[in-house]
């Protein structure tokens, strides 16, 4: 059984050689971590642990949530996370973290939706050799509307178009498995919080273009087990990859800076 993520098909269609270097040769990187990574990882946790509170009916302040999102922050922080914008510091990214809190908090207190699950891992078998594999950030339960919503957080700074939001797989996919799970009858919300723009995001898909998305993604894998040769993309996400210092394509950028201050050294 070959076992896929939406990551790695992600990552695999972004820059096929950090696929290799990931996922087939399974280098562990020597670069750390970007502080984004580690800004995002440290909110997931902060709401997943709210949602845990909630679903125990034992609702945090928001000031208990700034605490905790404090600890976390300085529990996993590592000397090695690196800061590519230079402008600005690890408290820059601190204080960012607490504002989509706050923001969230104000939102959507007192959190009376029906929460059913929080980090859900699904488990979808594509194909008798395929299985796709994953996890949710919340599930909710809609009962008037017969209705499952899919929850994701988001932290990046980039707003995606409405045309790259209707063409998101990630949480298209997860519906699929979560369809097998609840029931082919229930409706799917898919739900995006984009935390830095303070905006929830909502669509919906219908069966036919959930199918036509399960054949893409069965295409995909296909394409990818066949492939033999992983060259580079170059990117402005170069500057975040924490395989850069082994890419060859990011090496010879740095040779060739290092040439013209040769010459005119």
Known sequence: MKIYSHSRLETFEKCKLKFKFQYIDKIIPEIGQSIEAHLGS??????EWLYHEI????PKTIEQIISYYAEKWQEEFTD???????????????????GFLVNYYSKHSPFDEKTIAIEHKIELDLTEEIRLIGFIDRLVENIENNEIEIHDYKTGNS??????????????LYSLAIKETFGKDKNICLVWHFLAHDMKICIRKTDEELENLKQEIIT??????????????????????????ICPEFTKKSNQGQEKLDIWG
């Open 55 to 58: 679903k125990k009916k034992e």
């Open 159 to 172: 707003m995606p178009t409405e045309k790259q939001i209707k063409n998101n797989r990630q949480l298209a």
């Open 220 to 245: 995909l894998i296909k394409q990818i087990e066949e492939t033999k040769d992983f060259p580079p993309n170059k990117s402005v996400l170069c500057n975040w990859c924490q395989y850069k210092n």
């Open 80 to 98: 090695n996370i690196v800061i590519v914008k230079k402008e600005f510091t690890e408290k820059d990214y601190f204080n960012k973290g607490v």
């Open 42 to 47: 440290v909110v997931h946790s902060t709401l």
